[in-house]
């Protein structure tokens, strides 16, 4: 596995920042400031940005975990162990995808995560993005069921969810299996 530091943190990589509070944030001057603003400080054990934008960052995909609700364009201030941080390649099946369904929320994650079991289907970027839109339709809509018989929506949205997620089906190969 891939050791990351503040030589490499920024290059090509997944990593999900956990947002601090500025009291929780002592150190004083920015050991590196990006040509977008974003302030890097670096400690031993990891690295703390300041900045206003959170998501894709050039050849990485930093996603902060926000304490309360976060928009873009407000600046928050996130933390990260160098352990914190993974290879990002945008061609490679890297992502996986959880669903919470009594939230209605989608994410991906990366495959060395240590809580990944093995069980959902790997994806790449951009097929991780289009499968967290579908997603988001099936959760959110019920046009994609209007040809499907079901008694409960609810169930069968988890079904053809937890499929679409396990698998590299195709929603419509999924819904054929539902008819």
């Known amino acids: 596995m891939r050791k990351y530091?503040?030589?490499?943190?920024?290059?090509?990589?997944?990593?999900?920042?956990?947002?601090?509070?500025?009291?929780?944030?002592?150190?004083?001057?920015?050991?590196?400031k990006s040509k977008s603003g974003s302030e890097y400080f670096f400690t031993e054990a990891g690295v703390y940005r300041i900045s206003n934008h959170w998501g894709r960052a050039?050849?990485?995909?930093w996603r902060l975990l926000p304490l309360t609700h976060y928009k873009n364009q407000h600046i928050k201030i996130g933390f990260a162990r160098w352990t914190d941080f993974y290879p990002n390649d945008e061609t490679a099946n890297l992502f996986f995808i959880q669903v919470d369904f009594e939230?209605?929320?989608?994410?991906?994650?990366?495959?060395?995560?240590?809580?990944?079991?093995?069980?959902?289907f790997l994806r790449n970027a951009s097929e991780t993005?289009?499968?967290?839109?579908?997603?988001?339709q099936i959760?959110?809509?019920?046009?994609?069921?209007?040809?499907?018989?079901?008694?409960?929506?609810?169930s069968l949205r988890?079904?053809?969810?937890?499929?679409?997620?396990n698998s590299n089906l195709?929603?419509?190969?999924i819904k054929r299996e539902y008819n």
Not at 106 to 119: E, L, Q, T, V
Not at 170 to 173: A, G, I, M
């Open 5 to 32: 530091s503040s030589n490499n943190f920024h290059k090509h990589t997944f990593c999900l920042w956990k947002e601090v509070s500025q009291t929780d944030f002592e150190l004083q001057q920015p050991q590196f």
């Open 58 to 61: 050039a050849n990485c995909r």
């Open 103 to 120: 939230q209605k929320t989608i994410d991906f994650f990366h495959k060395d995560m240590p809580f990944y079991d093995g069980k959902a």
């Open 129 to 136: 993005a289009k499968t967290i839109k579908i997603i988001k």
């Open 139 to 154: 959760l959110n809509e019920e046009d994609w069921a209007k040809y499907l018989e079901y008694e409960d929506l609810e």
């Open 158 to 165: 988890r079904g053809v969810i937890e499929k679409f997620i």
């Open 170 to 173: 195709s929603l419509n190969e």
